[in-house]
C-alpha cells in the first residue's frame, strides 16, 4: 500500500487505553499517518466515517465492540467513496473479531494495515446492514439486557451469567422461516443469521459460516416440549446442544412471527413480527488475517 495513511474511529470509552496509544504511536514510528476521532453518542461513528472518506483516507479503524463495527461498516458499505476496514476489537464480546481470528491485542490488530484486504459480504434487513450476526429468541434478550456494569466486571461472562440468572424466563418463539428450498415452522427456543460465526459472548451458532460466500448461514434451535427441564437437563448433563440445531444456507430467507420475534442485530435490537433478510455480496473489504475461518479464499 503506497498511500500509508489510515484513520482509526475510537470508541469514547477507550479514550485513556494506553494500549491503544502505545499502538498507535509505533505504527507512526514506522511510517504510517494515523488520525484518531472519538465518539461520544450515537451516530457519531457514520458521521465520522464521512469524515474520513471525505479526507481520502485509503483505510479506515473500527476501534470498538461488535456495535461499533456495524456501524462504521454500513457507513462504508453506504457511501459512494471507497476505504478499507480494519478491526481493533476493543469491546466485551468482540464475537466478530475472535471467530474471524483478529488479535485482540491493539498492536497485532493494528499490524493487519500490512495486509491485504479481501471483499467481505454484509447482511441487509429492514434496512440496516450487518457484519456479524442477527439473532433471535432467549438468546437475544439476553444480549440486550446485560447491564454494561456487568460486562465490565465480568466481560464475556456476564452473557451467561445474565442467562443464567434469567433462566426461568426462558419462552419459546413460535416462527415461520423460508428461502429458497427451506421451510420451517414451529416454536424455536434461538435463531441465528450469520454472516459470521458466532454471537452474545462465544456462543457458536453458524460454525461453518464464511463472509465471503453471498449467503447467510441459518441456525435455528427448536423449543422442545418441556423448554426449561429439557434444557436445563442437556446442559446439566454436559451435552452439547449443536446436534439440535436445524441449519441451512441461503441468499436469503424470511421470517414471520405472529406473537413477535425480538431481534439483535450487532447489538441493535429490532422488534417486528415479519423480516427478510438478504446478502449484499462483497459490500465492503477487510484487512483479515491470511488465514481467517471466515475466509472462503483462505
Known amino acids: 500500500m503506497t498511500d500509508r495513511r489510515a484513520f482509526l474511529i475510537l470508541h469514547g470509552k477507550q479514550a485513556l487505553n494506553e494500549e491503544v496509544r502505545s499502538a498507535v504511536e509505533e ?3 514506522n ?15 457514520q458521521r ?6 471525505a479526507a481520502g483516507y485509503p483505510v479506515i479503524v473500527a476501534g470498538g465492540g461488535d456495535g461499533t463495527l456495524r456501524e462504521i461498516a454500513e457507513a462504508l458499505a453506504l457511501s459512494t467513496e471507497r476505504a478499507t476496514l480494519v478491526l481493533m476489537p476493543l469491546g466485551t464480546a468482540n464475537d466478530f473479531a475472535r471467530a474471524a481470528g483478529v488479535p485482540l491485542a491493539p498492536a497485532q490488530a493494528l499490524a493487519l494495515l500490512d495486509t491485504p484486504a479481501c471483499p467481505v459480504d454484509l447482511g441487509e434487513v429492514a434496512g440496516q446492514l450487518f457484519l456479524n450476526m442477527a439473532t433471535g429468541g432467549f438468546g437475544s434478550q439476553v444480549t440486550a439486557n446485560t447491564s454494561e456494569d456487568l460486562k465490565k466486571i465480568l466481560g464475556g461472562a456476564a452473557y451467561l451469567f ?4 434469567r433462566f426461568s424466563e426462558l419462552r419459546a418463539a413460535q416462527a415461520e422461516i423460508h428461502g429458497p428450498d427451506f421451510r ?3 416454536d424455536l427456543l434461538a435463531l441465528g443469521i450469520g454472516n459470521g460465526r458466532q454471537a452474545g459472548g462465544g456462543h457458536v451458532l453458524s460454525p461453518e459460516a ?7 448461514d441459518i441456525a435455528i434451535l427448536p423449543a422442545p416440549t418441556d423448554v426449561v427441564s429439557t434444557l436445563g437437563g442437556f446442559l446439566s448433563g454436559g451435552m452439547g446442544l449443536d446436534n439440535f440445531f436445524v441449519r441451512a444456507r441461503l441468499p436469503w430467507v424470511e421470517i414471520k412471527s405472529a406473537v413477535g420475534l425480538d431481534i439483535n442485530l450487532d447489538g441493535e435490537p429490532l422488534e417486528g413480527d415479519s423480516w427478510r433478510f438478504t446478502v449484499r455480496a462483497a459490500a465492503i473489504e477487510v484487512h483479515l488475517p491470511a488465514h481467517s475461518p471466515l475466509l472462503k479464499r483462505s
Open 162 to 165: 445474565t442467562g443464567l440468572s
Open 48 to 53: 465520522l466515517v464521512g469524515e474520513a472518506l
Open 210 to 216: 464464511l463472509v465471503d460466500d453471498g449467503m447467510l
Open 27 to 29: 505504527k507512526r514510528a
Open 31 to 45: 511510517g504510517w499517518d494515523i488520525a484518531v476521532r472519538l465518539t461520544w453518542e450515537g451516530g457519531d461513528a
Open 184 to 186: 420451517w415452522q414451529g
